[in-house]
């Protein structure tokens, strides 16, 4: 079975890429993502708070107390090795690439342009075969327009792609007035594809200290739907590469995937849940799902879904909503 | 000039040859010399190599002793070694000295000269503690710029190896140690010239080693013990030829030429000075202008000290001398006179004796810079003119006001010999601010940048929070000698706007000289904030004024509170030093290196600083006349008691160097509760209580490092007279139900650290940011509050009696510790505060050096206090390594006359009454009820026995305070406890007295900056440990319980107080030794201490610091002795670690590393729960001890 499939411009031996997740800190766990079959791997983000605020940590917490007390110059080695995290990562970046033959996308979270996005460029030195973009932005100020934050994500895509020659990926949220034109806008500012949706962390309130409680749940696979429709939706008006991430738990929601237009599947809390080792499984009901419907290739089934192709687009539109909602009632 | 030319200070200037110069390095930190060790560890941490192509080796030991045994041990091995001291370190060393000496080892040891601590301990600079080496045997080689400490390492390294001499280079402490200063350095191809390779291998060949072995140390009797000492006298008889011939070899390479004994001055000079050290500097340069100017001075500067070379000294005279004065620094109370002057006197002596030389001038001999006092040209003179008398005075001092033996010369301190092409600029700052960073940051780029020569010298005062620093700096064509501070500056910058009300800051101003202020104010509008006497002063001196807005530019620019890049612009702005272009290249060419590492970021944000710091400087128009009301702000409150007016207040003022010898009490004897006197007024927000969110719990107060906010219940009639804003509520429950209650903050004591609204439970239903604590701007709360304060302290104490000792109502006791300069969140000086509020009436406190005694007693104030009955901790810093000890004897010392006192009180029984001695002897003070009893009962005793005659009635009432139980406590920091003063803790704890003590565990030598400790936990970065510590941090706790009597606990007041409370009650009524623990955050640690409770429970859960109590006394209950007061660990270790960037540097540098060392540190917390456990389950079978 021709599982092959063409992400970014990287040809891949089938779409499952193990997706952002903490297993790349680990080298023995990369390893095991390999030997499992994934046919790429993506770092968890680095974040533009991250690369601000190791560089503003030291100044903060250390240097501030230095040169203030004839006994004391400073209180910690003033060591030449000094590394920040960011630094940390484009190593680990190097150690991936030598480690497993499969290739690597490094992954930026931040949405203002800065100094930060010279590590775009410092990603594609250390050897990433491609660099995914989180716009993540969560906005709190009524001063803020959408047309703000459009703007501004636009204008980080394209300094990006100013500064890379390996492809840009753009992870967004669902959270847009009109994804499809934001989408197109995205591609025409330089992006090589899109991949839906972020997750994020939520924030949770922990009801007797009155104090605001981060969470980060791993995903169900219910979450894959609303994916699917917007997979549906843009892959079949705006061509570019696009990726699922958020809610693959089996080889039959890759399936859905690629046929409402995924290019790649990344998958993330099936291996954070059952180990690595899951990659391998995934991979084979991939396999056998379409070798027991008699298709060719991947490539037969992918977009066959989407908004342009399905047989009743109105399962992706707002009449669903209607639908789904009478249904409800009356069961 | 052919070498690199550098900006450094003495301490790299000699670290830089010895590193080379080395194989094994030893070493322990000590101020002023503990740079010379750290830069050490950090160059073979990054793998530089020595000269022969190989890493030193350098490791840090747990004392000077153990330093020099560590390099007595690897010269004895065939090894090149070194170490570096000062003060009581060298005096640990002396020991190993004589060995090293005796057995003619080549050795070369580097010493930044400090005051050894006599009635008062000193971390500044003087000659005390080399004097004392003077009979070691060892070669004393002194150098006194730091060219030449950075010169004369070279020579030392190289003289030690012909001539089998030890050596003991020596520099001032601070003067030297910490001046930067431009020096060409000595490179490889030089050093390796100047190092005789065939000395180095009969070093080898005389190495231990079982392929030819041989014997040292043998032990000799009478027979013999004589003639061999005397066998090695050729060796020392050769080491000035050695010296000679190394200078001489040096001037060949490097082009710097040096004598053993240099003269400087008029050739044929009839008045003659003779100095060692960075005093000689200053007497060059005033020599020079006395002779530019006529007169017939000249100076003999001694370089090889020892072994002194008496001709060479004597020929260095001009034969025309008259009248010598011979100054030393140091002071040998009852010796005919100090070292260098009987040397002088010995040496004419016996030369002319010998027929060798006519000379027969007068000689008088002075001291002079005891401490670091200042030696300035005006002194120079003032001890020269002196010798023009008939009958010059002999034994003199020069720099102080001696009225009480009147010994002091007076000097003319108009007299200034500044060259006008010498550009002299003073900053004032705050420590915070990073002022001294910039200022060397400037002193680079002049002095590597141009051909200018540069100088910088920073006086810190003592505070560790809101601390003041003043940068001394010199640019100029020649080479600068002038070691004493700038006090005619052309430049003088004011970081802190509100240093013009408390200091007089333009003192220092030179006629026309330019000022710039860091203010808030518009141009237009900043004379009229300026006080009355900065008015007048600038005025009379013609200054000109400049100003900006620092704060504001500094946070336009994303730098809060870091206004130093925005204020080195400036002075390259107005200075004129350099062409303003090239010096706005410079300074962003020096932050690209500086802070490029650290990311693009902070480059971005100091380029913008920079860029934004020339459009907001202004020159302020000044007016013809002074319009100002505002006098400078009084140094201590007007209530305070005389002394502290006249002695205290002139020290906080800065006035300290004008007080007279009769000032000062003569054995070091200090008054307590003066800490109050001194309105820091260092905050720019403190709390604000809300009494109606408040559920009273009192953390705040707990926490509160500096006692500045405090809780109390009083009487409700106490409120008629409160101020308008004064703010109470009725206690909630419990035993002073009924009563008000006040949380009040000492709005002129608080640091504005934040730890109290951190801690404060209670928030705000509807609104949870908003908490019964909440942080507000100072300046508008100020007044009320201050009026408050002064109200709340004026009422009455609650009843001890009443008071449950828990960690709620411990904080309604007055603490006995307060307002001390520690830094802002502090988590050591939580702890001392809650043993003055339950121990403090009746405590003794003997204190290991350390950020303890330098907080709780490093002058110009003290924070221990008393309560209104008088009583307070006494308290008293013998030395670092003996703290254990000492406070035994303190222990012992009581309890001797605690028996005398009891068997007076029952030799009297006849007059006392058989009742009250009875109930006297029964009474053990366990409690606050018990002592105030038999307080009241020795007010009888005292009562009956008044008026008698009989001696042995006079003794009891001279001692019968003893009768009242005295809680002896023994406090200080890892670095005592775990390394320099565990032997003798060890053996104190063995001995079953009934001694407490208090381990402030930071993990690190805080005091001395950051050094590793055997407390220092595996994974966490410190110096001596630069790629963090790999071994597991010493276990001090399990110890001290395998004794089996010894009362033990950990504690960690963040993670829960109850525990601490509890701790401290049962160590103290434990009658015999107790040890508690206490786990203290530290600014060492890297992070915002306001979460320094928050880390402290991570620590404890994650079980890296499990709590625990160890208590002897439940075996006899048939109890296991160990209490476990915190649950199983979580495993969450990662997340306390990656919290601090002591780990998290750790794990930057090398992520695998560090993941092993998080997973053996892991496995250890489970196998010490383990053994833990098991204390806690099962009896233990051995019997407590009685104490």
């Known amino acids: 079975m021709d599982l092959t499939t063409n992400y970014l411009g990287l040809r891949l031996p089938h779409p499952l890429v193990a997706g952002a ?114 716009l993540y932005e969560l906005v709190t100020s009524i001063d803020v327009s959408a047309d703000d934050v459009e703007r501004r994500s636009l204008d980080v895509v394209r300094a990006v792609r100013k500064s890379v020659t390996i492809p840009v990926a753009v992870k967004l949220s669902p959270f847009y007035t009109s994804l499809p034109r934001f989408a197109s806008q995205l591609v025409a500012s330089g992006a090589d594809g899109i991949v839906l949706f972020n997750r994020f962390y939520q924030a949770d309130i922990d009801a007797d200290a009155l104090e605001v409680v981060r969470s980060l749940r791993l995903s169900e696979p219910g979450e894959l739907l609303l994916r699917l429709r917007w997979l549906a939706i843009l892959s079949a008006q705006v061509r570019t590469s696009y990726a699922v991430s958020g809610g ?22 099936a291996l954070l849940r059952h180990g690595p080792e899951r990659m391998g499984t995934l991979l084979s009901e991939l396999r056998e799902w379409l070798e027991q419907h008699e298709y060719d290739s991947l490539e037969q089934a992918r977009g066959s879904m989407n908004l342009k192709r399905c047989p009743d687009p109105r399962g992706f539109e707002r009449a669903n909503y209607v639908q789904v909602l009478q249904s409800w009632r009356f069961e | ?331 040998e109370p009852g010796a005919v006179g100090e070292p260098l002057y009987l040397d002088v006197v010995t040496a004419l002596r016996e030369l002319r004796d010998a027929g060798e030389t006519k000379l027969d001038p007068r000689v008088v001999g002075g001291r002079y810079g005891l401490s670091s006092k200042e030696f300035t040209p005006a002194m120079v003179k003032a001890v020269l003119d002196e010798l023009t008398v008939a009958r010059p005075r002999n034994h003199f001092t020069v720099g102080i006001v001696d009225d009480v033996t009147h010994r002091s010369l007076a000097w003319d301190k108009s007299f200034d010999i500044e060259s006008p092409d010498v550009v002299r600029a003073m900053f004032w700052g705050l420590g915070s601010d990073g002022t001294v960073g910039a200022n060397k940051n400037s002193i680079k780029i002049i002095g590597e940048g141009t051909e200018l020569f540069a100088q910088g010298y920073f006086v810190y005062d003592s505070k560790k929070s809101g601390s003041i620093t003043i940068s001394h700096l010199r640019f100029g064509p020649r080479p600068i000698r002038s070691s004493y501070l700038v006090t005619s500056a052309n430049f003088v910058a004011c970081h802190m706007f509100g240093f013009l009300e408390r200091y007089d800051v333009l003192a220092g101003a030179a006629p026309g000289a330019t000022v710039l202020l860091n203010s808030p104010y518009a141009p237009e509008k900043l004379w009229d904030e300026l006080p009355r006497p900065v008015q007048q002063e600038i005025l009379t001196k013609r200054l000109k004024l400049w100003t900006i807005d620092a704060a504001l530019v500094a946070n336009e620019s994303g730098m809060r509170g870091r206004i130093n890049t925005v204020m080195q612009t400036c002075f390259f702005a107005i200075s004129g030093v350099l062409p303003r272009e090239k010096a706005i290249g410079a300074i962003k060419a020096a932050i690209q290196k500086t802070y490029g590492k650290k990311g693009q970021e902070l480059v971005e944000r100091n380029f913008a600083a920079v860029d934004a710091a020339l459009a907001h400087l202004h020159e302020v128009p000044v007016p013809g006349t002074v319009t100002s009301k505002l006098e400078l702000l009084p140094p201590v409150s007007k209530d305070a008691p005389d002394f502290v007016q006249r002695v205290t207040g002139a020290m906080i003022a800065g006035h300290g160097d004008d007080l007279p010898v009769s000032a000062f009490p003569p054995d070091g004897t200090w008054p307590v509760g003066t800490s109050r006197y001194e309105k820091r007024n260092i905050a720019a927000e403190i709390p604000v209580w809300d009494t109606k969110l408040c559920i009273q719990c009192n953390k705040c107060a707990l926490f509160c490092p500096h006692a500045a906010i405090r809780a109390k219940v009083f009487e409700p009639a106490a409120l008629e007279h409160a101020p308008g804003t004064y703010k109470s509520s009725d206690v909630k429950a419990g035993e002073f139900a009924g009563s ?121 104030t003290t924070p221990y206090t008393t309560n209104r009955d008088g009583r307070g901790p006494a308290w008293a810093n013998s030395l670092f390594e003996d703290n254990a000890e000492f406070g035994l004897g303190i222990r012992l010392g009581i309890d001797a006359l605690r028996s005398e006192s009891l068997a007076l009180t029952k030799a009297h029984a006849g007059v006392l009454g058989e009742e009250l001695v009875a109930a006297i002897e029964a009474c053990e003070g366990r409690d606050d009820a018990e002592i105030a009893a038999q307080r009241e009962r020795v007010k009888l005793v005292r009562e009956r026995l008044r008026g008698s005659k009989e001696r042995p009635a006079q003794r009891l009432l001279q001692i019968a305070d003893y009768l009242v139980r005295k809680s002896v406590w023994l406090v200080g920091g890892d670095g005592w406890a775990y390394d320099i003063g565990f032997g003798g803790l060890d053996h104190v704890i063995s001995q079953g007295r009934d001694v407490n003590i208090l381990v402030l565990d930071t993990e690190v030598y805080s005091n001395t900056g950051g050094q590793a400790s055997k407390s220092t936990p595996r994974g966490a970065a410190a110096k001596f440990a630069a790629n963090g510590k790999s071994l597991g941090k010493k276990d001090l706790a399990l110890m001290a319980m395998s004794y089996g009597h010894v009362y033990v606990a950990r504690v960690a007041m963040g993670a829960k107080d109850a525990q601490t409370v509890k701790a401290l009650l049962e160590a103290e009524s434990y009658r015999g030794p107790s040890l508690v623990i206490a786990y203290s955050h530290c600014i060492a640690h890297g992070y915002d201490m306001a979460f320094g409770p928050e880390q402290q429970k991570l620590a404890v859960t994650s079980g890296t ?74 009896p233990h079978v051995q019997e407590p001890a009685k104490s």
């Open chain 2, 1105 to 1178: 610091w499990p709590l625990y109590r160890y208590d002897p006394r439940r075996v006899a209950a048939g109890e296991a002795p160990l209490v476990l007061d915190s649950g199983t660990p979580t495993g969450a270790i990662g997340a306390y670690m990656r919290n601090e960037t002591r780990f998290r540097m750790v794990e930057q540098q090398d992520p695998a590393r560090f993941k092993a060392m998080l997973e053996t540190t892991q496995a250890e917390i489970r196998a010490r729960w383990d053994v833990l456990q098991r204390l806690a389950e099962k």
């Open chain 2, 740 to 860: 008000k209650f006040t949380i009040q903050v000492a709005p002129e004591d608080c640091t504005g650290c934040g730890l109290c609204v951190a801690v404060c439970p209670a928030k705000d239903k509807s609104n949870p940011r908003h908490k019964a604590l909440d942080m507000a701007t100072q300046a508008p709360l100020l007044a009320a509050e201050r009026e408050n304060y002064e109200f709340f302290l004026g009422l009455a104490e609650p009843p001890r009696e009443k008071v449950k000792l828990d960690n709620k109502g411990t904080q309604l006791l007055e603490p006995l510790f307060e307002y001390s300069g520690a830094c802002a969140g502090c988590g050591e000086t939580p702890y001392l505060k809650l043993l003055t509020q339950v121990f403090g009436d009746r405590t003794v406190i003997a204190n290991a050096t350390g950020c303890s005694s330098i907080y709780g007693g490093n002058l110009p």
């Open chain 2, 1 to 331: 000039m052919r070498g690199k030319q550098v900006t450094l200070d003495g301490n790299e200037a000699v670290a830089h040859v010895a590193h080379r110069s080395s194989e094994v390095i030893a070493i322990y930190p000590i101020t002023p010399s503990s740079s010379m060790g750290e830069l050490s560890d950090e160059w073979s941490a990054q793998g530089r190599k020595n000269l022969w192509g190989q890493v030193p080796e350098v490791i840090e030991m747990q004392s000077e002793a153990g330093a020099a045994g560590a390099v007595h041990g690897a010269l004895q091995a065939g090894s090149l070694a070194t170490t570096f001291t000062a003060s009581q370190g060298l005096l640990l060393m002396i020991p190993n000295m004589y060995k090293i000496a005796g057995e003619l080892t080549p050795f070369v040891m580097h010493v930044a000269a400090r005051t050894l601590a006599t009635h008062a301990l000193s971390i500044f600079g003087d000659h005390s503690d080399v004097m004392a080496c003077r009979q070691t045997g060892f070669a004393l080689l002194c150098s006194g710029s730091v060219q030449e400490a950075h010169d004369f390492a070279a020579i030392a390294h190289a003289a030690t190896l012909k001539a089998r001499v030890p050596f003991l280079h020596f520099f001032d402490g601070f003067r030297t140690s910490h001046e930067v200063a431009k020096v060409e350095l000595v490179d490889d191809d030089s050093l390796r010239a100047l190092y005789d390779e065939g000395a180095i291998h009969a070093h080898r060949a005389r190495a231990l080693s079982p392929d030819h072995p041989v014997l040292r140390g043998s032990a000799q009797n009478p027979d013999t013990f004589f003639q061999a000492r005397e066998a090695c006298n050729p060796f020392h008889d050769a080491v000035a030829g050695h010296v000679e011939a190394a200078f001489g070899q040096f001037a060949e390479l490097v082009g710097r030429r040096y004598g053993l004994c240099d003269y400087v001055g008029h050739p044929q000079a009839e008045r003659v000075l003779v100095m060692m050290g960075s005093g000689a500097e200053t007497a060059q340069e005033t020599v020079e202008h006395l002779v530019a100017k006529g007169e017939k001075v000249g100076l003999v500067k001694v370089r090889l000290y020892r072994p002194f070379p008496l001709a060479r000294f004597v020929a260095a005279l001009p034969p025309s001398t008259r009248a010598i004065a011979v100054l030393d620094r140091t002071k």
């Open chain 1, 21 to 134: 997740s903490p297993l790349v800190d680990d080298l023995e766990l990369v390893q095991r993502v390999a030997d499992a079959g994934a046919s790429a791997i993506v770092m968890h983000s680095l974040f533009e708070e991250q690369i601000r605020g190791e560089a503003l940590a030291r100044e903060r917490f250390h240097d501030v107390h230095a040169l203030s007390h004839a006994e004391a110059p400073s209180y910690l080695p003033a060591s030449d090795e000094f590394r920040l995290g960011p630094d940390e990562y484009l190593e680990q970046i190097r150690r991936i690439r030598r480690r497993v033959p499969i290739p690597v996308i490094a992954s930026l979270n931040g949405t203002t342009e800065g100094s930060w996005l010279a590590y775009a460029r410092s990603t594609q030195e250390a050897g990433a075969n491609a660099l995914e973009l989180n």
């Open chain 1, 248 to 269: 693959v738990h089996s080889g039959l929601d890759a399936v859905k995937a690629v046929m409402a237009g995924a290019d790649c599947v990344q998958v993330v809390s």
